[in-house]
């Protein structure tokens, strides 16, 4: 009963949440920056009736929001951070809304917005059921650039959550229990001697050649690293003209691998790599440890009670348009790259998915003991309170993340239905924690044994703070032209 009456709270507010998360999709703003889309939702949630503070852990975006009182605590976690370049409009073809804009290639605006629906659903059964418990909803801004959560951890925020649930949009459906890779974050600064580079070259220093020998140096690196390992970097800065030897250049990189242990070492060599480069060009070499991300701590108990709670939703009945909207964006990358995707991830019966644009399967996990290559956030939460990340189908099967493609489909009513379902299934599994005190009890001993006696230590210096200015100085350069 309790569930069909959060579900229903979600049919009766259904407009009212497309609604935020269409302003949100056009509001595309960069991570620190979500001034508008926070905004929102701060604003929403106290016409919800919860306690909001708005601009928590050093950042201006950043919320917390709670209702009720006691034990259990469940935090529904939402995300709204847009990315750079891949501005589109809802149409199933590159169109872009902002030359050179932002835009969700990620679904956050649906992310951070399936959150919000699921705690005011939660907060609505508690209220008129006069249960005990206490539902937050957490707003984390910068997942995809600066890892806010990793700063709203260090403040303590999670430290009395029972559970933390979320949702990401993603193109199936799917609870899964594969890890993510732990990352670090780090710039390389060389200062150098500027001189005319034609007319007197001995006489400068050039930084740019440091940051090139040190990229020549971690390409030869990955042959002797584990396998699974990533390490992929940028030139931020790179000098002004070719006749004048560079005094200043940077590069930003990111080190990734399966475990935290195994990251660390790797870094050290790297920073071996940049200091060689400074003795080789005499220039002067400072690295700023950006930070860095865990990896993911899966919970088998938290993906069955999701699953479950799917199953119960049921998935999303497509109209005819929506059909032809998908198939019109897969006609925009082979079927070769599709089906080389499902070998990739190892999708069981994959065959059965090759013509198939929109899955309304909801599958059981597969992929316990896998490694996702990318990393997130959401890692840090999970050392320090059972988490769980589910995926509902938004973008086509087979089109890339952070492409124009999943910016189109967020925007449109494939993703009104993935915001629906997903805020249901995160309701429902949120009334199963807090009215079966056994399950709770099951999903924290579960996180015990996997935790194996490990303690989580924030990657990086204790005291950064949120890089602010940094991401004002980003947002402006990437906001497009209008």
């Not at 042959?223 to 800065?237: D, G, L, P, T």
């Not at 996990?365 to 956030?377: A, K, L, V």
């Not at 990086?460 to 100085?473: M, N």
Request: aromatic residues 8%; contains cysteine; proline residues 5%.
């Amino acid at each position: 009963m309790s569930k069909e009456k959060a579900w229903n709270w979600i049919d009766e507010h259904r407009e009212e949440l497309i609604q935020v998360s269409d302003k949100i999709w056009g509001y595309a703003e960069l991570g620190l920056c979500e001034d508008k889309s926070s905004k929102l939702h701060a604003e929403k949630l106290r016409q919800y009736g919860f306690r909001v503070k708005h601009g928590v852990a050093g950042m201006p975006t950043a919320i917390t929001a709670e209702w009720g009182r006691g034990k259990p605590v469940i935090v529904c976690q939402g995300e709204y951070d847009a990315l750079p370049g891949i501005s589109n409009k809802a149409v199933p073809r590159k169109e872009p809304l902002v030359e050179g804009g932002m835009g969700h290639g990620c679904g956050h605006n649906i992310h951070g917005t399936t959150a919000l629906a699921a705690a005011a659903a939660v907060k609505h059964v508690l209220e008129t059921e006069k249960l005990k418990g206490t539902i937050r909803f957490y707003g984390t801004p910068a997942e995809e650039n600066f890892g806010g959560k990793v700063y709203m951890v260090r403040e303590g925020l999670y430290d009395d959550a029972d559970v933390c649930l979320s949702h990401h949009p993603s193109s199936m459906n799917v609870a899964g229990l594969d890890s993510s890779n732990a990352t670090n974050g780090v710039k390389f600064h060389y200062y150098g001697k500027t001189a005319h580079a034609a007319g007197n070259p001995e006489m400068g220093r050039s930084a740019l050649d440091a940051i090139e020998l040190m990229n020549v140096g971690v390409n030869f690196l990955r042959e002797h690293v584990i396998q699974e390992a990533r390490i992929h970097y940028v030139i931020e800065n790179g000098g002004g003209q070719p006749n004048v030897v560079p005094d200043y250049a940077s590069s930003w990189y990111y080190i990734r691998a399966p475990r935290r242990d195994q990251v660390d070492p790797i870094f050290e060599r790297v920073k071996k790599i940049a200091q060689g480069a400074a003795l080789m060009t005499e220039t002067e070499l400072k690295i700023d440890h950006t930070g860095g991300l865990f990896n993911l701590i899966p919970s088998r108990a938290l993906s069955e009670v999701v699953t479950a709670n799917m199953r119960a939703v049921g998935a999303p009945i497509y109209t005819e348009e929506e059909l032809g909207f998908a198939a019109k964006i897969a006609e925009s990358f082979t079927r070769e790259s599709k089906v080389d995707g499902l070998r990739k991830y190892k999708v069981p019966n994959y065959e059965r998915f090759i013509d198939v644009d929109l899955p309304k399967d909801i599958l059981d996990p597969w992929d316990e003991g896998e490694t996702s290559p990318g990393s997130t956030d959401v890692a840090d939460v999970s050392w320090v309170t059972p988490a769980m990340e589910f995926g509902t189908a938004c973008n086509v099967l087979g089109a890339p993340g952070h492409s124009w493609q999943f910016v189109a489909c967020s925007g449109m009513s494939i993703g009104h239905k993935s915001l629906v379902f997903a805020s249901k299934t995160m309701a429902g599994s949120v009334l199963d924690l807090m009215m079966d005190p056994g399950l709770l009890v099951k999903v924290k001993e579960e996180h015990k044994r996997r935790l194996e006696g490990q303690v989580y230590k924030p990657v990086g210096d204790p005291d950064r703070k949120p890089p602010l200015e940094q991401a004002r100085e980003m947002a402006e350069k990437l906001k497009g032209k209008q």
